[in-house]
């Protein structure tokens, strides 16, 4: 009788270990997917938010080009 409950007791721990590693794999495949579908809209709308930050930029440098040549060029008409 004493085998028969040991026997049972490890029959329920290994078949809550297979459970447990089946619901482990559902679950981290739902996590997997989700996290793809996170990354792909985060990467477009980070993509964007870098475009528009190098228009910013590079508009910027180009107002202070303009700037800059627009001085010299004062500068250079109060010298003639």
């Known amino acids: 009788m004493q085998r028969f409950k040991i ?3 490890l029959f329920v721990f290994i078949s809550c270990e297979e459970d447990s ?13 989700l996290f793809v579908l996170e990354e792909q ?13 190098q228009k910013s930029r ?12 627009k001085q010299e060029i004062i500068q250079f008409q109060k010298g003639l």
Not at 58 to 69: A, F, G, H, P
Request: aromatic share 8%.
């Open 7 to 9: 026997a049972f007791l």
């Open 58 to 69: 590079k508009q910027n440098l180009l107002d202070s080009i303009v700037e800059i040549r």
């Open 41 to 53: 809209l985060l990467t477009k709308k980070l993509d964007s938010i870098c475009l528009e930050n």
């Open 21 to 33: 590693y089946k619901m482990d794999r559902k679950i981290q495949f739902k996590a997997d997917s």
